[in-house]
């Protein structure tokens, strides 16, 4: 995955914001104010994708690439690396089910504003 096809499809989601609230290396997704995505810009090797705590413990043991959130609180995050052979596809499913977990979790009138 390059960095162009994870900008390009976090902003394809609904309701998505792309900021830098960390600082101009840390480029961060949020959607309703709420963070889903992280990765560094200039460096784009890995991402920090939100995950169910079953489901993280599961991916960490099932791929090298999966690791506990750096940074991150480590029950519910993930840092994936984008280069050490995850498929695109399962890299945009990841993203998806990290969008979905926050979106699952703002109230009603902010998921029914995303068509959710």
Excluded at 76 to 91: E, M, P, Q, R, Y
Excluded at 102 to 110: F, H, N, Q
Aim: negative net charge; aromatic residues 10%.
């Amino acid at each position: 995955m390059t960095l162009a096809q994870f900008q390009e499809y976090c902003l394809s989601l609904p309701g998505v914001t792309e900021e830098f609230p960390f600082g101009d290396e840390t480029l961060v997704y949020k959607v309703s104010g709420k963070v889903f995505a992280l990765s560094g810009l200039s460096d784009f090797h890995s991402i920090n994708l939100k995950c169910d705590p079953e489901e993280a413990i599961e991916l960490r043991e099932r791929y090298e690439g999966v690791i506990p959130g750096y940074h991150m609180n480590k029950k519910h995050w993930n840092t994936v690396d984008v280069h050490s052979g995850i498929a695109n596809k399962l890299l945009l499913q990841w993203i998806k089910n990290s969008y979905n977990l926050v979106v699952a979790s703002l109230p009603k009138k902010e998921r029914e504003k995303l068509g959710q």
